[in-house]
Nanobody
């Protein structure tokens, strides 16, 4: 199995910055890609950004130029650097790992970390 632990959420003012971290443990070698999703109450969880095993990154249009996904392979940790945050970025942010275990495409999720953008 894969375990994911997020940290770094909190309250931030509009225009400010925040960095989320996601530490992975367990069957690291089974992970093909990792990413960040977010969810607000009453809405579906939505993709924010992903990073593949090869390091290819992808982010959705609403965060391009503001959020950056990166990783430290030595620490098995993925980061989401959030700059120029807006009130609409307020959500619970979840770390995701796409794994080959127990079957191809299996998704692991962290417990979530709340980000609130407010003055």
């Amino acid at each position: 199995q894969v375990q994911l632990v997020e940290s770094g959420g909190g309250l931030v003012q509009p225009g400010g910055s925040l960095r989320l971290s996601c530490a992975a443990s367990g069957m690291i070698s089974s992970i093909n890609a990792m990413g960040w999703y977010r969810q607000v109450p009453g809405k579906q969880r939505e993709l924010v950004a992903t990073i593949s095993r090869s390091g290819t990154t992808h982010s959705v249009d609403s965060v391009k130029g503001r959020f950056t996904i990166s990783r430290d392979s030595a620490k098995n940790t993925v980061y989401l650097q959030m700059n120029s945050v807006k009130p609409e970025d307020t959500a619970a942010y979840y770390c995701n790992a796409q794994s080959n275990y127990p079957w191809s495409g299996y998704n692991y999720w962290g417990q979530g970390t709340q980000v609130t953008v407010s003055s």
